[in-house]
T-cell receptor, first 113, second 114 residues
Framework: GESVGLHLPTLSVQEGDNSIINCAYS??????FIWYKQESGKGPQFIID?????DKRQGQRVTVLLNKTVKHLSLQIAATQPGDSAVYFC????????????FGKGTTLSVSS | EPEVTQTPSHQVTQMGQEVILRCVPI?????FYWYRQILGQKVEFLVS????????KSEIFDDQFSVERPDGSNFTLKIRSTKLEDSAMYFC????????????FGQGTRLTVV
């Protein structure tokens, strides 16, 4: 069945380090993969997406990599800041005729200064 | 900056009671969603709504759930007879269009069923 999951439930880094958050997915037919950030007490917030026909996309301080061969998605955060501390979820849109997001379990990123 | 607003922020209800969770999506958005998040777990899709009808729903969204857009601005989720396991954070979200992956989420309503 379709599922999106993350490799590690927690990640602790020092301020200024680069962070890499990983996600494995199982639905090869998904058209979009997306990263969301959820700060404590708030709803998820869009970070960046990548279409299935791409393998890399860059944003401001973030890069998403998609490896369709091994069904792996990663989010790289450059120069991690304390404000990046949050739970990060990968998500996919498995229904090409739909718009519903299917989320993975989340990685808690803790940034210490 | 436009945002999705949800009310109330916290609702406590007796098991078996009906609850209505309210949302005001971003005004020019066309697709509306409800998601839920049980404490410490992942966000789960419940239902999507477009053009005044349900476009997708998950297995969670059974006959106890219903959605409505009663006017031009509000979008509601009704749970007819709440169960203890309905206790969760409920998030409303909206997107501009069908191929837009950037969903805007509200702050959520924490529903506690006792």
């Amino acid at each position: 069945g379709e599922s999106v999951g993350l490799h590690l439930p927690t990640l602790s880094v020092q301020e200024g380090d680069n962070s890499i958050i990983n996600c494995a997915y199982s639905n090869s037919a998904s058209d979009y993969f997306i990263w969301y950030k959820q700060e404590s007490g708030k709803g998820p917030q869009f970070i960046i997406d990548i279409r299935s026909n791409m393998d890399k996309r860059q944003g401001q301080r973030v890069t998403v990599l998609l490896n369709k061969t091994v069904k792996h998605l990663s989010l790289q955060i450059a120069a991690t800041q304390p404000g990046d501390s949050a739970v990060y979820f990968c998500a996919e849109i498995p229904n090409q005729a739909g718009t519903a997001l299917i989320f993975g379990k989340g990685t808690t990123l803790s940034v210490s200064s | 900056e436009p945002e999705v607003t949800q009310t109330p922020s916290h609702q406590v209800t007796q098991m078996g009671q009906e609850v209505i969770l309210r949302c005001v999506p971003i005004s020019n958005h066309l697709y509306f969603y409800w998601y839920r998040q049980i404490l410490g777990q992942k966000v789960e899709f419940l239902v999507s709504f477009y053009n005044n009808e349900i476009s997708e729903k998950s297995e969670i969204f059974d006959d106890q759930f219903s959605v409505e857009r009663p006017d031009g601005s509000n979008f509601t989720l009704k749970i007819r007879s709440t169960k203890l396991e309905d206790s969760a954070m409920y998030f409303c979200a909206s997107t501009l269009g069908p191929s837009n992956t950037e969903a805007f989420f509200g702050q959520g309503t924490r529903l506690t069923v006792v």
